[in-house]
């Protein structure tokens, strides 16, 4: 607590705030948190007025003002969730009104965290009401490990202009989303490395799946649908490139036929510097900007034994990365990786707002698993568009989970299969107004 003394001392209230988390998460030797162990000692009751009288103190010009040190290890010692729910609150008052809050990185000793604000509506899994999680007590940010598993985190901002751009379309009650699945006859191409692995080259006819692409984002404009999602192994790179470059021909007028808000352009094989990866790319329709990308990790099975094969991946050079979006945190997971491996594992352990999943299987029920489980437990909403293996009997197109409900679709496969859900978007309860008449630059 000394340490989390000496950041608030020095008005460092986000750094304190990591800091008192990563505290709280930490084990003894019998594998018990910290926080089961606060949640013993007195935890306060909003607005938290003595720990927020002292934060205020910290924030004085006049060094000699504010609180010692050892009286706030002290205080902090006495009632650790007191302070960690008055921080969290006092750092939520510190953006200002009506300004997009940005992901922040911070050092905490030997290893970095991200500090993201919880600004979106979103809804309440079962980890804010059980005592023994972090969610319980934090409900207006997120801290992140830098590295989950071994596996490195981004959380990457998006582009100056862009969260205000993407809040307009986004400014609703009732968001649609949407996903596809094509059979408009283009047929993957793919070859065998090796002994047991393969890669899929390209589509037979690029210029049939490019026009059936721009069908989908017209009807899902048509439709007001503010996200898109395409399939796995379905958008050659080269495809993408020059659906993008249309998309910025068109951005003159930022409400075009095909500006849908947020698109997941689905997935390909792509050569890498080194070696083969499967990759997927997150764009805005409104002009063709990448704003995020994803790796895939776990290679899937082809066929059947003897003769099955692996996915020949070899490279993923792109970490597993997070979005903070007008409508939350959003997180992206290609087929397998959304249920199984250290993408799973790191989307488990933190609970976007929103995951978008390009599929390619002939059977849905783990990501079914792997959403019901993320939605009870985060609130997550899980956006799956899914397309049936190559030479296989019909599958289903995909699904949306939202919290615990799960709307599925039929697995018809004849032209192009296109599907519009609604999801409500339920109102947090607002902090406390700050009344400070200034708004501080963040530390």
């Given at each position: 607590m000394q340490q989390v003394g000496e950041l608030l001392r020095e008005a460092k209230f986000h750094a304190a705030l990591v800091r008192l988390a990563c505290l709280g998460r930490a084990l003894n030797v019998e594998g018990?948190?910290?926080l089961s162990a606060w949640e013993r000692l007195p935890s306060g009751k909003e607005p938290w007025d003595q720990e927020t009288r002292l934060l205020e103190d910290c924030t004085s010009d006049d060094e000699a003002a504010r609180p010692p040190v050892a009286t706030l290890a002290t205080e902090i010692a006495e009632a650790p969730l007191a302070w960690l729910q008055a921080l969290d609150q006092f750092c939520r008052t510190e953006y200002a009104p009506g300004v997009f809050a940005c992901p922040l990185q911070i050092?905490?000793?030997?290893?970095?965290?991200?500090?993201?604000?919880?600004?979106?509506?979103?809804?309440?899994?079962?980890?804010r009401r059980q005592f023994g999680n972090m969610?319980?007590?934090?409900?207006?940010?997120?801290?992140?490990?830098?590295?989950?598993?071994?596996?490195?985190?981004?959380c990457p901002q998006l582009p100056h202009g862009y969260p205000e751009l993407l809040a307009k379309p986004m400014d609703c009650e009732v968001l649609r989303v949407a996903i596809a699945q094509f059979a408009d006859g283009a047929t993957l191409q793919w070859e065998q490395c090796g002994e047991r692995h393969f890669r899929v080259t390209g589509l037979d006819d690029h210029t049939k799946r490019e026009a059936a692409i721009l069908a989908v984002m017209d009807s899902a404009r048509k439709a007001d649908a503010q996200i898109?999602?395409?399939?796995?192994?379905?958008?050659?790179?080269?495809?993408a490139a020059r659906i993008t470059d249309r998309l910025y021909d068109c951005s003159a007028d930022p409400d075009h036929d095909l500006a849908v808000p947020l698109v997941m352009l689905g997935s390909f094989h792509e050569p890498g510097e080194s070696g083969w990866r499967n990759h997927g790319r997150l764009v805005t329709g409104i002009d063709g900007t990448t704003l995020l990308a994803t790796d895939k990790r776990c290679a899937v099975t082809f066929g059947k034994s003897p003769d099955d094969l692996c996915e020949?991946?070899?490279t993923a050079p792109v970490p597993f990365s997070m979005l903070m979006t007008p409508i939350g945190l959003l997180a992206l997971a290609i087929c397998k990786d959304f249920f199984d491996?250290?993408?799973?594992?790191?989307?488990?352990?933190?609970?976007?707002?929103?995951?978008?999943?390009?599929?390619?299987?002939?059977?849905?029920?783990?990501h079914q698993d792997a959403s019901a489980r993320l939605g009870r437990l985060h609130g997550?909403?899980?956006l799956v568009a899914n397309q049936p293996m190559p030479g296989t009997e019909p599958a289903k197109h995909g699904f949306l989970q939202v919290g615990k409900n799960l709307h599925d679709t039929d697995c018809e496969n004849q032209g192009i299969h296109f599907h519009v859900f609604k999801v409500e978007l339920p109102k947090r309860s607002a902090p406390p107004v700050n009344k400070r008449a200034t708004i501080r630059l963040i530390k």
């Open positions: 018990l948190s910290a050092k905490d000793g030997d290893q970095a965290h991200w500090l993201l604000p919880i600004h979106a509506d979103g809804i309440d899994g079962a980890y969610d319980r007590w934090l409900h207006w940010h997120r801290v992140v490990p830098c590295e989950i598993g071994g596996l490195q985190v981004s898109l999602v395409l399939p796995e192994l379905t958008v050659p790179g080269a495809v020949d991946l070899n491996g250290h993408v799973a594992q790191a989307i488990g352990a933190i609970g976007p707002d929103w995951i978008l999943v390009p599929s390619m299987s002939n059977s849905l029920s783990p997550s909403r899980v």
